[in-house]
């Protein structure tokens, strides 16, 4: 069965520092999506991106944030200087067609010191 | 603005039993789908079930059903038979038929007790 494949899975990082987190989407799909589940709090949407390039975000996703399709199967989330509240689980997510079925990663549990 | 609301934080089941999780959402969208999403300990997301707003037809899979009333913006899920495996959180979502984001309620911790 097709999966989202998330790397790493669990990323430690000094408060200040640049993280990137990997996501390889299922091959054939066409949208892709960030979400971060923050410990014991609800899923929050981050950013959707289609056709190479972003087509919706929230108010969390500030500049600190950017989301890149370097070589066409990975999808990457950057937060440039990580602060102590990134610290969150990171879900990807990828989808065929729109509104059928959002495939999830099983994320990255980012953790900043 | 897009809301979805689960009102029960926790619940519980004894085995092979049936419990309902309740989901309200409000949208002025006509065209909307909405999905249950199963968040085990591993904190994967694994879709459950997927009903599109324009059916008035309920969605079911194996033993689990939904309760879709449109009118009343209410969607809850029925887990029939319940598995010591269905222990998880639950997350009702919801996604406008214009939009490119998911909604999420913010869960149903669910315990199936032995």
């Known amino acids: 069965e097709p999966e989202v494949t998330q790397t790493p899975s669990h990323q430690v990082t000094q408060m200040g520092q640049e993280v990137i987190l990997r996501c390889v989407p299922i091959?054939?799909?066409?949208?892709f999506y960030w979400y971060r589940q923050i410990l014991g709090q609800k899923v929050e949407f981050l950013v959707s991106f289609y056709n190479n390039e972003i087509s919706e975000k929230s108010e969390i996703f500030d500049d600190q944030f950017s989301v890149e399709r370097p070589d066409g199967s990975n999808f990457t989330l950057k937060i440039r200087s990580t602060k102590l509240e990134d610290s969150a689980m990171y879900f990807c997510a990828s989808e065929g067609l729109r509104n059928t079925e959002a495939f999830f990663g099983q994320g990255t549990r980012l953790t900043v010191v | 603005a897009q809301t979805v609301t689960q009102s029960q934080p926790e619940m519980s089941v004894q085995e092979a039993e049936t419990v309902t999780l309740s989901c309200t959402y409000d949208?002025?969208?006509?065209?909307?789908?909405l999905f249950w999403y199963k968040q085990p300990p591993s904190r994967q997301m694994i879709l459950v079930i997927r009903?599109?707003?324009?059916?008035?037809q309920n969605a079911t899979e194996n033993r689990f059903s939904v309760n879709f009333q449109k009118a009343a913006k209410s969607f809850s899920l029925k887990i029939s038979d319940s598995q010591l495996g269905d222990t998880a959180m639950y997350f009702c979502a919801f996604m406008p038929d214009t939009g490119n984001q998911f909604y999420f309620g913010t869960g149903t911790s669910l315990t199936v007790i032995p």
């Open positions: 091959s054939n799909h066409l949208y």
């Open positions: 949208t002025s969208e006509n065209n909307y789908y």
């Open positions: 009903q599109e707003a324009y059916k008035q």
